[in-house]
């Protein structure tokens, strides 16, 4: 997996080695997932028009997608949730309050994929464990 891009130049870099253009467009979008973890794609749109002006969300969209395809991003997906995006592509889980839907980076157990070792993998060659933890957060628990 890609690793965590901080710098302009770092993400310029790292679409380009993804055969990717590198677009206004595309920068802000991954500076939008950056500044603004576990985002869903219709935040990270508010976000790139406020910085960028008329950008259509269907180009935010097909943004989103071919930088998770390609790894610069993730996506991820809690039950119930529609699609969050972050720029920590590594190996880790997520922790979700219940009551206010607040999400949080877990490190993974073991620190490297999969962290969990299934009982009977039929077959497959295992190479990543999704986990999601589901609790009440600290401020919730005080309402």
Same mark, same amino acid.
């Given at each position: 997996?890609?690793?965590?891009?901080?710098?302009?130049?770092?993400?310029?870099?790292?679409?380009?080695?993804?055969?990717?253009?590198?677009?206004?467009?595309?920068?802000?979008?991954?500076?939008?997932?950056?500044?603004?973890?576990?985002?869903?794609?219709?935040?990270?749109?508010?976000?790139?028009?406020?910085?960028?002006?008329?950008?259509?969300?269907?180009?935010?969209?097909?943004?989103?997608?071919?930088?998770?395809?390609?790894?610069?991003?993730?996506? &991820?997906?809690? %039950?119930?949730?529609? +699609?969050?995006?972050?720029?920590?592509? *590594?190996? #880790?889980?997520? /922790? $979700?309050?219940?009551?206010?839907?607040?999400?949080?980076? &877990?490190?993974? %157990?073991?620190?490297? +994929?999969?962290?969990?070792?299934?009982? *009977?993998? #039929?077959?497959? /060659? $295992?190479?990543?464990?999704?986990?999601?933890?589901?609790?009440?957060?600290?401020?919730?628990?005080?309402?």
């Amino acid at each position: 997996m890609a690793a965590r891009n901080n710098t302009p130049s770092d993400i310029s870099d790292a679409l380009r080695s993804a055969g990717l253009q590198v677009t206004a467009q595309r920068l802000a979008v991954y500076r939008a997932v950056r500044d603004k973890p576990h985002a869903m794609a219709d935040e990270i749109s508010d976000c790139v028009r406020s910085e960028l002006g008329t950008v259509s969300r269907q180009a935010v969209y097909d943004a989103l997608n071919v930088m998770s395809e390609h790894e610069l991003i993730r996506r &991820i997906q809690p %039950a119930g949730s529609a +699609a969050r995006f972050e720029d920590r592509v *590594d190996n #880790h889980h997520h /922790l $979700i309050c219940r009551v206010c839907q607040s999400l949080v980076d &877990i490190d993974c %157990a073991i620190g490297k +994929a999969p962290c969990l070792i299934a009982d *009977d993998d #039929h077959g497959y /060659l $295992i190479d990543e464990a999704e986990v999601i933890y589901w609790g009440t957060c600290p401020g919730c628990q005080q309402d």
